[in-house]
């Protein structure tokens, strides 16, 4: 199991989803505005998305977690509602939520990849 959490800054509509608590070896960036943290495993540990109210990056991201997450919509789902609850100028983090991804730098028979 892994643990999500989920941040977002409206001032400069950034949002961050942290999978887990694996190290950071590499950022791999698919967009302009999206960029997905690597363990050195290559297990998806984070991802930042640089303009969240653009909602581009959502197929992205879901298409990312699908293979390893049953709800991997949901993910999205929740820092998109991040956005729209969040007064401007506000920065926001959620309590982390435990999801049955495996943790980041763990071997098992689902990878975040």
């Known amino acids: ?45 984070g991802i930042e998305v640089l303009t969240v109210t653009d909602p581009s990056w959502v197929p992205h991201v879901t298409d990312l977690l699908a293979g390893s997450v049953p709800d991997a919509s949901l993910v999205s789902a929740r820092l998109q509602e991040m956005v729209s609850t969040s007064p401007p100028g506000s920065r926001r983090e959620d309590p982390p939520v435990t999801s049955g991804l495996p943790a980041a730098g763990t071997t098992g028979s689902t990878q975040v990849a």
Do not use: F, K, P, W
């Open 1 to 45: 199991m892994s643990t999500l959490r989920y941040s977002y800054d409206s001032e400069s509509d950034c949002g961050y989803i942290r999978i887990g608590d694996g190290d950071v070896a590499r950022t791999d960036s698919l967009t302009a505005s999206l960029h997905v943290d690597r363990d050195g495993s290559d297990n998806i540990v």
